[in-house]
């Protein structure tokens, strides 16, 4: 086999306070984050929203110690897989892409291509799918292999999500069994699942996988963990006022509290990194919450980070895309979004769904030129330009 490459792809996350606005402002900027009906409309509401949050991320960022861990730890994960593949006989170049921070997912195919990778692996950090992260990193590539030529010759597999591959399950157990192992009756420790939510309507609309990944990942853990201790799946970090995958973290702590729960071992699912969402988010605010629902005992399962069977898992993934036939980039997003087209882009007269749609859209329309002019004090026509 010729020259190797991993492309590992992750969201990535601001290194210093002053970054925490212009990376709001990408991640904004994504349709797969913010779904407009209007294009166009995309980077003045991505400025709009990430001008209005930055303060607030910047407070939290700042708890942590001024930036995000994310792309050291990456990056550790990275040197880890290389050696682990050397070990298993597989000599390979690690890249790491990210999605709305440095080192870019661009910048990591310029380098692909610079070092005339061969066979690429292009592997998510991201062990369930969902449209809003390893579908965005997939639709980005996708374009950049169509605009570049130079990429079409080298021989590609995607691994779309591996939230069943047994190594990645039994990291897990053992990360929750040695938290266990500290509490003094840890068959009475109530094991809470924490996964990142995404909004209600991705996966009931737009077909995301993501909510029945994260099922069946959590029941997966269960099984390897196999103990008799009760368990909670809930969603945390929501963003924005529309509805997202229930029940949500907070009331679930809540509810646990007023059932008398004393024990609370929280494991981050959707993770495989500590970030903003695990050292802030669980470790500060979610703890507090838990405390003052009575809830004393409150820990927290470690990130798996460069655990070595973690690790381990990632090379197997490696090898087992290395040896199977290749999967493209389109044939994962097409597989993965089982779309029911929505909204429906094909026009009918009456009282039909199309002109809900449109209805919906015109009023949306008005609605955020409003708030832009509340804000900002200028028309929606100064923001794009036009005036
Ligand atoms: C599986 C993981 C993630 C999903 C699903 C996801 C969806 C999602 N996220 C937002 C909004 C924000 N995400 C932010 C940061 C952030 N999110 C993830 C993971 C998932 N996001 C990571 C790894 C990070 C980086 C963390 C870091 O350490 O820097 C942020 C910024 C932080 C903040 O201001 O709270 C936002 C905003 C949406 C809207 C969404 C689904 C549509
Ligand atoms: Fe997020």
């Not at 402002?25 to 509401?45: A, V, Y």
């Not at 950090?125 to 374009?143: A, D």
């Not at 929505?342 to 955020?368: H, K």
Request: hydrophobic share 40%.
């Amino acid at each position: 086999m010729g020259r190797v490459g991993v492309l590992l792809l992750n969201l990535g996350g601001p290194d210093r306070l002053e970054d925490v606005g212009p990376f709001l402002f990408n991640l904004f900027s994504d349709p797969e984050i913010i779904r407009l009906p209007f294009p166009w409309l995309q980077r003045p509401l991505a400025w709009l929203i990430s001008s209005r949050r930055t303060k607030k991320s910047q407070e939290n960022y700042k708890q942590i110690g001024g930036g995000s861990p994310l792309r050291r730890i990456t990056e550790a994960q990275g040197e880890a897989l290389k050696e682990q593949l050397g070990a298993l006989g597989q000599e390979a170049t690690i890249y790491v892409g990210m999605r709305y921070w440095h080192p870019y997912t661009e910048e990591a195919i310029a380098k692909i291509i610079q070092d005339k990778i061969e066979h690429l692996v292009i592997l998510p950090l991201y062990p369930q799918f969902s449209i809003s992260t390893s579908g965005s990193s997939f639709r980005l590539l996708e374009k950049l292999w169509k605009e570049n030529t130079k990429l079409q010759s080298i021989n590609y597999t995607v691994i779309p999500s591996w939230h069943k591959q047994q190594g990645y399950l039994q990291a897990m157990a053992d990360l929750i069994v040695q938290e266990l192992s500290q509490i003094a009756n840890p068959d009475e420790a109530h094991i809470f699942f924490s996964a990142h939510g995404v909004p209600k309507n991705y996966v009931e609309e737009a077909g995301d996988p993501y909510e029945q990944e994260i099922e069946e990942c959590t029941y997966l853990i269960m099984q390897t963990l196999n103990r008799p201790n009760f368990y909670t799946l809930a969603y945390q970090s929501r963003v924005g006022p529309v509805e997202w995958l229930q029940p949500y973290t907070e009331d679930a702590i809540k509810e646990l509290g007023t059932k008398g729960t004393k024990d609370l071992v929280v494991v981050p699912i959707s993770f495989v990194s500590e970030h903003i969402e695990t050292l802030q988010e669980i470790d500060i605010e979610y703890r507090e919450l838990a405390e003052e629902a009575g809830i004393h005992n409150f820990r927290r399962v470690p990130a798996l980070n460069t655990n070595p069977v973690f690790i381990k898992a990632l090379a197997d993934l490696v090898i087992d895309a290395l040896e199977a036939p290749s999967l493209k980039l389109s044939q994962v997003t097409q597989m993965k979004k089982k779309v029911k087209i929505y909204p429906p882009e094909r026009w009918e007269w009456g009282m039909t769904t199309s002109a809900e749609v449109w209805n919906g859209r015109i009023a949306m329309l008005g609605f955020i030129a409003l708030i832009i002019e509340l804000v900002t004090g200028h028309g929606l026509l100064h923001m794009v330009g036009l005036l």
